[in-house]
């Protein structure tokens, strides 16, 4: 090897160390300081927001975009226009923003905007701001983003707003002009159009000036109790509010991605102790008698439900968390949330965990919910079915039966999309739902059984103590399994994920072993069609004849039951798919368990020898655990 080939080796070698360098995720990161003066009888507010933005790309930044979500509710605006032309719209919204009055429209309007005290240009398209930056900040660099603004809260239509179908005064919740996410995808500026959102991790400090008579609750931790009181004050002491006067509220959250607040002067405002650590959840609710009890209920069920999910999916890394009277059923916010507040006991309770486990999979890992809702949703629907089980010692059966019916409604329902599609752009509400929250559930449901659950479970604990605060995207998650278990899984998230190809395994035919018996004439439509032998033959063994009629491929537990003597016992032939690349671990549920041949996904038949009698086989069932997602299960069972 000359010389000069050893120096453009090596050069090609920095070179693409370098880009690799530069392909390494990165996060940026926000400060954010505002002052908000609140005039509640207009529902209107002004603001002064300082934003420290620190770019820690590998990039020089030239301009900036915000998100502006209360321009959404105005007519014919974006949102409006989709809601009303979808073919299922949510009847939260419906076209009622297209009725909105003057006094009920929401907007904000930017009156002054500054980078480390120069002016800066900005164009404002909707519920995007771009800002053009008169000094670009360098890889690296970081800068102060200064604006003042006046906004007007809209007549609460979906999530945020004023006067709540239950009669919650204030739901602050994307309320605020704030900063789009920018990372290695590039910047994330989608307008607001129905759902799902993207922020930059950062820090809160938050002032909030409004009418002394309002209880106030949200993001962050209160830094100023003794005067505000209202039930945030220390135990004994005695707080004085002036009436007809304004108070302001100090708030700082520290690490999370967005802001949220609630007021109404009407709320109960109730504590609890979560263990010695200091953490304290906030309860606060109308202080309505149909309601009282169920909230007071459902208090001790909620630190119950922290002990659990804390040792089972990661640590709670807050102070305080507070479930809120609001909104327009329930939606997540870091370190709170905002839920619909008339409800019986059960229905309280599941709401409120359904939120809570938001907080692990998406207020702390934070993936992008708007291209990945099904990691948001579906992550949650699952964990929070486990807690369910937990409080109500409910540990039989499928504890995730409700997200397989709702699949299996939806594949058959012929409108499924791929749970690639962005959040925005499903066809209907329907396919977005079912895909996102029953899909999304099932998708961990089925990796339970394809790893094991022992294994699950150490994975999923281990996905959080590896990717919190860092935006994980699906092969960050699939890969945890992979490690976590020894097995090759790409090829289920890319059938899962990508298409929506279906699973469908058919127990075709039992018979008595014997040379040439795939022909045999209970087999021909069988015919034509490529066959795996699994297991040797013998002659007074049992053939059973395996088919896999959907497109997607899994591994196969088909459970044996037959009697011996006086004993029912039980088998399980696992068949791992080949491209698994090894087997799950033996969970012991089934009796003893035999592992069989590789079925290749080319070839759609199976033939499984057993080395049982036919004559003693009472049952054979693929999946009894009803982890997979077999969309006929009709044909699943043999012996019955």
């Known amino acids: 090897m000359t010389k000069t080939t050893i120096n453009f080796l090596v050069a090609f070698l920095l070179m693409n160390t370098a880009i690799f360098a530069q ?137 945020s707003g004023w006067m709540s179908a239950e009669g919650v005064e204030f739901s602050m919740s994307q309320w605020y002009p704030k900063v789009a996410e920018y990372d290695y995808q590039g910047w994330h500026s989608n307008p607001y159009v129905g759902r799902e959102f993207h922020g930059v991790w950062g820090d809160f400090d938050v002032k909030i000036n409004i009418d002394s008579e309002y209880t106030l609750g949200g993001t962050g931790i209160v830094q100023n109790p003794t005067e505000v009181g209202h039930g945030y004050e220390p135990v004994g002491t005695k707080v004085e509010l002036p009436k007809g006067e304004k108070i302001k509220w100090h708030f700082k959250a520290e690490n999370v991605h967005d802001f949220m607040w609630a007021a109404d002067p009407d709320y ?45 999916y990661g640590k709670y890394p807050y102070k305080q968390y507070s479930f809120i009277q609001g909104g327009d059923g329930g939606m997540e916010y870091p370190m709170g949330t905002l839920i619909t507040g008339k409800r019986n006991f059960g229905s ?55 997200s397989y019916r709702g699949y299996n409604y939806l594949a058959k329902s012929g409108v499924e999309e791929p749970l690639t599609t962005h959040a925005d752009y499903f066809n209907t509400n329907f396919a977005y739902g079912q895909a996102s929250y029953s899909k999304g559930a099932v998708f961990l449901g089925q990796l339970n059984y394809i790893v094991g659950e022992g294994t699950f479970d150490n994975a999923m604990l281990k996905y959080y103590d590896t990717w919190a605060f860092k935006h994980p995207n699906p092969n960050d998650f699939i890969r945890i399994m992979e490690k976590e278990s020894g097995l090759e899984l790409d090829w289920y998230k890319e059938q899962w994920v990508n298409t929506t190809n279906t699973i469908d395994y058919n127990i075709v035919d039992v018979v008595k072993s014997k040379k040439g018996s795939k022909d045999t004439t209970a087999t021909k439509a069988l015919e034509g069609k490529y066959f795996l032998e699994g297991g040797d033959f013998e002659k007074k063994g049992t053939t059973v004849f395996l088919e896999r009629k959907g497109r997607m491929h899994m591994p196969l537990e088909v459970v044996v039951t037959y009697k011996d003597g006086k004993n029912t016992k039980t088998k399980n032939y696992y068949i791992p798919t080949v491209v698994m690349r090894g087997e799950k671990k033996d969970e012991m549920v089934y009796g003893q368990r035999v592992v069989m041949p590789d079925w290749a996904w080319t070839h759609p038949v199976y033939q499984l020898n057993l080395p049982i009698d036919v004559k003693k086989i009472e049952k054979i069932e693929i999946d009894p655990s009803l982890r997979m997602a077999d969309i006929d299960r009709e044909n699943n069972v043999w012996g019955e």
């Open 23 to 159: 392909q390494e995720r990165w996060q940026q990161r926000v400060e954010y300081d505002m002052d908000i003066d609140v005039d509640a009888e207009k529902h209107q507010f002004t603001g002064k927001q300082s934003v420290v933005y620190h770019n820690n790309s590998n990039e020089t930044i030239d301009k900036v975009f915000y998100h502006l979500y209360f321009n959404a509710f105005q007519p014919n605006s974006m949102m409006d226009v989709r809601s009303r032309t979808i073919q299922d719209p949510d009847q939260r919204v419906a076209d009622r923003i297209s009725k909105l009055k003057n006094d009920e429209k929401g907007y904000h309007k930017i009156l002054k905007m500054q980078q480390d005290g120069k002016e800066a240009a900005f164009l404002v398209e909707e519920t995007i701001m771009e800002v053009t930056l008169p000094t670009p900040i360098p890889a690296g660099g970081k800068t102060t983003l200064y604006m003042e603004f006046e906004s007007q809260v809209p007549l609460q239509v979906r999530r």
């Open 348 to 402: 309280l309770v599941g709401v409120m965990v359904h939120e809570l486990m938001h907080t692990w999979y998406q207020m702390m890992l934070a993936t992008n919910e708007s291209l990945y809702p099904w990691m948001d949703e579906g992550f949650t629907s699952y964990t929070s079915s486990v807690v369910m089980g937990f409080l109500f010692n409910n540990q039989g059966g499928n504890l995730h039966d409700g």
């Open 268 to 312: 109960i405002h109730d504590t609890q102790e979560v263990g010695n650590d200091g953490l304290v959840l906030h309860f606060l609710y109308q202080d309505d008698e149909n309601i009282k009890d169920v909230w007071k209920k459902s208090q001790k069920k909620m630190v119950q439900a922290f002990g659990f999910v804390q040792a089972r």
